[in-house]
């Protein structure tokens, strides 16, 4: 297939909108089932890019969740304690343990659930039936993999009525080192940003504290990956082999990370008891679910258990989760790491990182200001690399 017509471009009414190769060769990719659109194609081949580069760099199965290019979360596909397999709602899915590609969607998937919804999934290996079994149930636009089990394509099919996008793309397929983009009328060419991202790049630790364990090494490296795929300037708060909180797009970089440690936070939240122990009636929707849990974590939880309220969402009353009751379980949370795609120029998005555990770090470094940076993770106890690579993305 040398071209694919597309639904239409960013807006319905800019068309005619199609995909090609500017060389004339066929395209890498096929559609299995549905038909994707303009924004679609820009998910899937940025999600893919991801899942394939962190496959590459953790040897371990991966999945991404992608919204309006950039990523809601990446994760490696390591088994999901009990608390976080009910936060995002997978305890009910058997044999979820024996499938990693599974285990990595459902933490991705689950890491912000609001902004997940209606998102493009990439996977890094053949999608199996537990995987595709979760994609059924969850709002999605599409799914890019390397391949499909046979059944796992069959509940993929079926999915939205027959209409779900499923690509499939060749796994040996390597772009050309120059990229094109036009712009107003304006070809824009670069090289192709393939710098490879591993622990070479977590060498040169620059505070008092210098031990950075595997853990934290596998962290780091995830979520400089996911910054190399994520709209700039930006930002990733990463943690137990995923990304947890995603600053994109934001023109201050302390918004980026006062916008990614809140997701980070709501992400812990959503694992404390009384999240876990809401007692929702049986017929919401698991979107209703997720708007309940954001108003209960982040907005007037009152607006939740009011008199007049709860009754129309819940079996009985929820104790109210209060500032205090956050406070004091987000104050015991250790481990975290933070990426950023170009150097703190200040040392208020350490200040912020630290109230959200954050207690790894990896930069470019770079800013007049290195020293009050690194003072300031040093007041903390936090260990920060300099990785000397800008990652941003456009």
């Not at 395209?27 to 038909?35: A, E, M, S």
């Not at 809401?278 to 679910?289: D, I, N, T, V």
Request: aromatic residues 8%.
């Amino acid at each position: 297939m040398k071209s694919l017509a597309l639904k239409y471009g960013n807006n319905p009414h800019q068309q005619p909108a199609y995909i090609d190769m500017p060389d004339g060769n066929d395209l890498p990719l096929t559609v299995r089932n549905g038909r994707p659109g303009y924004i679609n194609l820009l998910d899937a081949l940025n999600s893919w890019q991801l899942v394939r580069e962190l496959r590459t760099a953790t040897g371990q199965a991966c999945a991404a969740s992608f919204k309006h290019v950039s990523p809601t979360s990446a994760a490696v596909g390591k088994p999901l304690s009990p608390e976080l397999k009910k936060a995002v709602f997978v305890d009910d899915i058997a044999g979820l343990d024996d499938s990693p590609l599974a285990c990595a969607y459902a933490r991705a998937r689950g890491t912000d659930r609001l902004c997940s919804f209606g998102d493009f999934i990439a996977l890094s290996d053949i999608c199996d039936v537990t995987t595709a079994q979760l994609i059924r149930r969850e709002v999605s636009d599409g799914v890019i993999a390397p391949g499909y089990d046979p059944a796992a394509l069959e509940i993929l099919r079926a999915k939205r009525g027959g209409n779900y996008t499923v690509l499939e793309i060749d796994p040996a397929y390597t772009p050309g080192a120059e990229e094109i983009k036009t712009v107003f009328g304006i070809h824009f060419h670069q090289g192709r940003n393939d710098r490879q991202i591993d622990e070479s790049l977590l060498q040169e630790v620059v505070t008092k504290n210098k031990n950075l364990p595997p853990q934290a090494r596998l962290d780091l490296i995830i979520g400089l990956i996911t910054l190399k795929y994520t709209q700039s300037n930006s930002v990733c708060f990463s943690y137990d082999g995923q990304a947890i909180g995603v600053g994109a797009g934001q023109q201050s970089r302390i918004h980026c990370t006062r916008l990614a440690a809140g997701k980070a936070d709501t992400w812990f939240l959503r694992q404390h008891p009384l999240v876990l122990a809401l007692p929702f009636r049986a017929e919401l929707h698991r979107a209703e679910r997720d708007n309940l849990i954001d108003g209960y974590i982040n907005q007037n939880e009152e607006d939740v258990c009011a008199e007049g309220t709860w009754q129309r969402y819940f079996t009985s009353r929820p104790t109210p989760l209060s500032a205090e009751m956050k406070a004091e379980y987000l104050e015991k949370i250790t481990g975290v790491s933070l990426t950023s795609d170009a150097f703190f120029p200040f040392s208020d998005n350490i200040k912020r990182a630290a109230k959200s555990g954050v207690s790894y770090v990896a930069q470019p470094g770079g800013s007049i200001r290195d020293d009050a940076v690194i003072a300031e993770c040093d007041k903390h106890g936090i260990v920060m690399a300099f990785n000397h690579l800008r990652l941003f993305h456009h």
